[in-house]
C-alpha cells in the first residue's frame, strides 16, 4: 500500500487531524504534498500529527517522513 492509499484508507474511514484548540478537521486531498513540502522549508526528516481515529482509539497520530512516506 502506498502513502497515498493509506492517507485516502484513513480519510475514508473518518479519521479526523487534530488541531492544537482541539478542533477537527478533515485530511485534505493534498495533505501529502503539503506535509512533504513542511518538511523540506523546516529542514525536519519528519513530522507527526495528532489525529482521531473512530474506529481505534489507540491510533492517535500519523507521521509524515519527509520522502513522502506516511506511518
Do not use: W
Not at 9 to 29: A, F, H
Amino acid at each position: 500500500m502506498t502513502s497515498e492509499d493509506y492517507v485516502d484508507e484513513l480519510r475514508r474511514n473518518g479519521v479526523k487531524l487534530k488541531k492544537n484548540d482541539g478542533s477537527l478537521n478533515e485530511i485534505p486531498p493534498d495533505f501529502l504534498k503539503r506535509a512533504t513540502n513542511l518538511c523540506s522549508q523546516l529542514r525536519y526528516s519528519s513530522i507527526s500529527y495528532d489525529i482521531v481515529d473512530p474506529q481505534d482509539s489507540e491510533h492517535t497520530r500519523l507521521r509524515m517522513l519527509e520522502c513522502g512516506d506516511a506511518e
